[in-house]
């Protein structure tokens, strides 16, 4: 934990970088000085910040998938349900 003059916990720290390259190669510095709950501001996306950041691959791509593929059949079989039992025999 880094602490101030005065021995108190830093619990924030902010800076601003002139340009998105700047910023990118900070990134960087931050992840290999073993940081581990940080993040990265900018008005605008810049490519590659994930990896600069260390940032794996997210797993909400399968859970999308996940629930697309048992969603959409549990739909279709809830509104053909009372369908067929309305149906006298």
Request: aromatic share 14%.
């Amino acid at each position: 934990m880094i602490k101030t003059p005065y021995g108190h916990k830093v619990y924030a720290m902010a800076a601003e970088y002139p340009s998105a390259a700047a910023l990118y190669e900070a990134a960087k510095r931050v992840r290999d000085a073993g940081f581990r709950r940080w993040d990265v501001y900018s008005p605008f996306p810049i490519h590659g910040m994930d990896g600069a950041m260390g940032i794996g691959k997210s797993w909400l791509k399968r859970l999308g998938s996940v629930w697309r593929n048992f969603g959409i059949p549990d739909r279709g079989a809830r509104r053909i349900w009372p369908v067929i039992n309305s149906v006298p025999a």
